[in-house]
């Protein structure tokens, strides 16, 4: 037997006090790395949390009606909206004590260390949850070892900066489940057709075992497999105390029944209204490229009721054979929200805006703005100008104008602004563009929000210089509330994935118009639509009285490429433009399509609200005066209709009907002695 000495036992004793104090050191040098490994992460602050999504886009009811996106389906969705089903399968699968370790489950890593060496292959994973987000925020694939240094840097950082709850939610909405489909509620739509939140235990069950091989487990890439994975994650909840066995084999015996495969229950619907949101997003807002990656949720001003309207109005009018072209937009004149926008006939074919984007001549229509300017300027109802043909000098005498009436109809009489406006006389509407100074137009068209570049020229009153429908459908609707400006409003409220209001609409509302002048002018613009003004022609909207059951205000408008109408109540404001993209001169059956649309869709639009007729003001009066005057009906002038003026501007003198048509008889035999150079008296008697 050896005897141990005593200096033997010493030096025994010196290798293991070195030994000791080596593993001492190192174990202090271990933490203080690991120390300075947080402390470094810590100070590098939390990651963003920031990963591609889609943008949502929805209607006024709250219908979704499109979405943005760069390929990635994916729908942020707060944990508690997501079915408890659904987080207890993928925490059983992936990571059963992640609410235990602080990142890295350390059991775990060992366990697969011992099976991939049994093996003496990799056959065992030990990525928790943090270390698979990490991964996926901000890392590739690759298995290399700086990728698994960084991953275990943004793994320190993730948990030092986040709670479990945040990263459980973060990493839900952002793993792939195949299909395009990322995240779960992009997921549960896809496979289906249902909301994260509705998901069975069957359901959830067969989601959660997805994400370990897309391609393998899908159940529409290989049904089997993916039962197989299934059953999997419910033995797995079985064992981690989630479920029975009996609900876990309840669940894996139940049949499945899967969705349309779409990520989204999405009526997309307005093509070119979605496209003008997003001009807003992009232009407006600065918010072009949140709307592809930032998970916005947009709510719009889109009334899908007055689209379908729209859409069908114009899809049941317009010439199935024909190349014309519309654009049509309804707006909320109160407040200026857009409720329906209509840019073309095809939007596949051509995405070309026609309201938003389109200069066209407005014709006729832009003589309510010609108009107002006479009203502010002195004019009343009643005050009259000669309707002849004329041709008019400018430009210093250097060049001329010669202005037609429709069909080349003169009165060859003085008329009343009252009657000019809705019979749309040419002549008259010249002349008090000339009379009032050319240059004033173009002030009183950028008070009412017309922005086109306008030409100071005689043919500017009959909307001879190009403007958007956008803008003249605008500046109606000034009118149509009387006097306060509005501009178009597409978007109500954005709010991005963590419910910040990034963006709300809450235009500041000022009065730019004259109430009472804008009231006058709103009841002569009804007159467009009486059936018939007496001893001249018929007003402009004669062939829609028939159509209508309610009081409307409204302008037409054509030139030889062009057909305009607008129209509106204090409640809905339609504007609708035909018209070739190339010029073609229009047909006359082409110049009615207008007016058809216009008023079939006013009719439907407002079938399930009260009439309401524009309210006047205090300041004016109403009256009743012979339209072809202008001055007060009396027993000699029986046609009269109620007109209202400005107090003090209203007419004080009767018509006298007889007196009048004698002197329009002189007037025209003096005009034809002039013409043929004989009295009237030598045309009939010749010899003489």
């Known amino acids: 037997m050896e005897i141990i000495t005593n200096d033997r036992l010493q030096s025994w004793i010196k290798y293991i006090r070195a030994f000791l104090f080596i593993s001492l050191i190192l174990l202090i040098s271990f933490f203080l790395f690991i120390g300075s490994i947080f402390i470094y992460a810590k100070s590098k602050g939390a990651p963003p949390l920031w990963v591609t999504q889609s943008s949502i886009i929805y209607a006024s009811d709250g219908s979704i009606i499109g979405e943005a996106h760069n390929g990635e389906k994916r729908y942020w969705v707060s944990l508690e909206d997501i079915s408890p089903n659904v987080i207890d399968a993928t925490l059983a699968v992936e990571d059963r004590r992640f609410y235990e370790h602080s990142g890295f489950d350390y059991r775990r890593i ?23 987000y990490a991964r996926n925020l901000f890392l590739n694939h690759e298995k290399t070892v700086t990728r698994k240094w960084n991953e275990a840097l943004y793994t320190i950082r993730l948990e030092a900066n986040y709670s479990k709850d945040e990263i459980l939610e973060g990493y839900l909405n952002t793993i792939y489940y195949g299909h395009g489909a990322y995240g779960i509620e992009s997921a549960a739509h896809y496979y289906f057709g249902k909301s994260a939140s509705e998901l069975t235990l ?38 981690n105390g989630n479920i029975s066995e009996t609900l876990a084999k309840e669940a894996a015996e139940h049949s499945l029944q899967f969705g349309e495969r779409e990520h989204l229950p999405t009526e997309y619907m307005a093509p070119y209204f979605q496209d003008a949101v997003r001009s807003v997003l992009r232009n407006e807002l600065g918010l072009g490229e949140e709307l592809v990656k930032g998970g916005l949720h947009i709510y719009t001003t889109l009334n899908p009721r007055l689209q379908h309207i729209a859409e069908q109005q114009i899809a049941e009018e317009l010439d199935e054979e024909s190349d014309i072209q519309v654009g049509f937009i309804a707006m909320d004149p109160q407040s200026g929200r857009v409720q329906a926008l209509v840019g073309g006939r095809d939007y596949e074919e051509s995405p070309f805006n026609r309201v938003t984007q389109a200069m066209r001549q407005p014709g006729s229509t832009f003589k309510p703005l010609l108009y107002y300017q006479a009203l502010e300027n002195g004019f009343t109802p009643s005050t009259p100008f000669r309707s002849e043909r004329t041709t008019f000098q400018f430009d210093n005498g250097r060049a001329s104008y010669t202005p037609h009436n429709y069909k080349d109809y003169y009165a060859d009489r003085e008329v009343p602004l009252m009657q000019a406006l809705p019979v749309s006389d040419n002549i008259y509407a010249v002349k008090t563009h000339l009379y009032l100074g050319e240059e004033q137009l173009l002030e009183t068209a950028r008070k009412f929000g017309i922005h086109s570049p306008l030409q100071a020229v005689p043919a500017l009153a009959l909307g001879s210089s190009p403007v958007r429908v956008i803008e003249m459908a605008n500046a109606f609707s000034m009118l149509a509330n009387g006097g306060t400006n509005v501009t178009p409003i597409f978007i109500d409220k954005i709010v991005n994935y963590r419910g910040e209001v990034l963006f709300e609409s809450s235009p500041e509302k000022e009065r730019v118009l004259d109430p009472d002048i804008t009231f006058v002018l709103n009841h002569m613009m009804t007159g467009m639509f009486d059936r018939r003004l007496n001893g001249y022609m018929s007003v402009t909207g004669n062939s829609l009285v028939s159509q209508l059951s309610r009081p409307y205000a409204g302008k037409s408008g054509t030139t030889p490429t062009d057909s305009w109408m607008i129209g509106y109540t204090p409640q809905l404001l339609s504007a609708v433009w035909t018209g070739y993209d190339q010029n073609q001169p229009l047909q006359q059956r082409e110049q009615r399509y207008t007016k058809n649309i216009w008023a079939e869709f006013m009719e439907e639009a407002l079938e399930e609200k009260s009439v309401m007729a524009f309210r006047p003001t205090d300041g004016v009066v109403g009256v009743q005066v012979n339209p072809e005057s202008g001055l007060l009906a009396s027993k000699e002038c029986p046609g009269s209709r109620l007109t209202y003026y400005v107090k003090g501007t209203e007419p004080t003198e009767y018509c006298q009907k007889h007196r009048e048509e004698t002197e329009q008889q002189i007037e025209q035999l003096e005009k034809r002695e002039q013409e043929g150079g004989k009295s009237w008296w030598q045309k009939f008697i010749p010899w003489l």
């Open 110 to 132: 060992v366990g697969a260390i011992l099976a991939d060496i049994k093996a003496r292959a990799k056959v065992q994973g030990a990525s928790t949850i943090t270390q698979q």
């Open 202 to 239: 069957a359901e959830a069950s067969m989601l959660a075992g997805i994400p370990k091989g897309p391609n393998i487990f899908s159940p529409f890439i290989n049904e089997e497999r993916a039962e197989a994975r299934q059953r999997v994650v419910l033995q797995s909840m079985v064992a």
